[in-house]
């Protein structure tokens, strides 16, 4: 191997800055040191990283752009290595960058993150919520060891580690017309006006629902928020669809709701854990796979059932 650590850092801060100086401020090493190992690397891998541009920075080229992606993979194992021999002189330590689906957070990171992080003191976990495009990218880029999310739209690179499938339910206050029904059907529901939790991937599988019968949702209105969705339906305007069942039933404005299962067989969502396939897991990684599987099978993760009845796994 003729290359060296230092060499990719430098490269790795350049593919991020996409400028030789600004990198050079950020990771405090000169310039010409940059450089110089962007061109050593360059003639070691016998290809061009970068297009340079006079006055106005780089940008990567193609195989730039594969060779940063494997980098920061490359560096984060190196990084990985020192923890782990650090953890086996003085304990679980090291940073753990966590991701969390949006509308999972409440229910997951009070529990079962700031618990992990409670039984593993030395651990520098930071926990970030981002709605799935979001977690994809940031996981393709290896800005995140691991997210908790669904099974939606994983691309090839990405590992999906099923925990438990979560049907879809209707959302109702508790004062709807409906409300005192035992099950609801999509065709029922189309008829009555849906306040839709409108996430990037997570709207187009509640869309799907309907799509799939050949029927199309009465939409009233649309929201990112989980509990304004709660609170515009717990007022009566219509009804929600999720997937994740609080223990409360209370919205934040003090109305009552009620959750509705629904009739055929729908598509439910995985839950699970999802990190870049290329990188191997840390021991802290897989602490915290077992943690929360183990938060899972003991019940408890509010509002999160255990059904692996279905599960797929995802690569």
């Known amino acids: 191997m003729r290359f060296t650590l230092r060499q990719l850092n430098y490269f790795v801060a350049a593919g991020e800055a996409l400028s030789i100086r600004q990198a050079s401020t950020k990771i405090s090493v000169s310039e010409p040191s940059i450089s110089s190992a962007i061109s050593q690397l360059e003639a070691e891998f016998g290809i061009t990283l970068f297009i340079r541009h006079h006055a106005q920075g780089l940008s990567l080229t193609q195989a730039g752009t594969a060779l940063l992606r494997d980098a920061k993979a490359f ?39 700031h618990g992990f992080k409670a039984m593993n003191p030395d651990v520098n976990l930071r926990v970030h919520e981002a709605h799935q495009a979001e977690i994809l990218d940031q996981l393709w880029h290896g800005k995140a060891d691991i997210a908790i999310t669904y099974d939606l739209d994983i691309p090839e690179g990405l590992d999906f580690t099923p925990l438990t499938s979560l049907p879809p339910y209707a959302v109702l206050s508790k004062n709807h017309p409906l409300a005192k029904r035992k099950r609801l059907t999509l065709e029922r529901l189309s008829e009555e006006p849906l306040v839709l939790l409108d ?3 997570s709207k187009d599988y509640f869309l799907s629902l309907f799509h799939r019968h050949k029927l199309t949702p009465n939409i009233l209105s ?21 997937n994740v069942k609080p223990d409360n039933a209370i919205t934040l404005d003090g109305s009552e709701l009620v959750y509705m299962p629904l009739d055929g067989k729908l598509p439910a969502l995985t839950l699970g854990l999802l990190n870049h396939a290329s990188a191997a897991r840390s021991r802290l990684a897989k602490l915290f796979i077992e943690y929360v599987n183990q938060q899972l099978n003991l019940g408890k993760l509010p509002g999160i059932e255990l059904h692996r009845t279905q599960l797929k796994r995802i690569t």
Not at 222 to 242: C, E, N
């Open 75 to 113: 560096l984060q194992q190196g990084r990985e290595l020192e923890n782990t021999a650090q953890e086996l002189n003085a304990g679980i330590s090291g940073q753990f960058n966590v991701l969390c689906f949006t509308a999972l957070a409440p229910f997951i990171v009070p529990s079962t993150c």
């Open 199 to 201: 996430l990037p991937l």
């Open 222 to 242: 649309k929201t990112q928020q989980v509990d304004v969705m709660r609170s515009i339906v717990g007022q009566g305007y219509g009804y929600g669809l999720a």
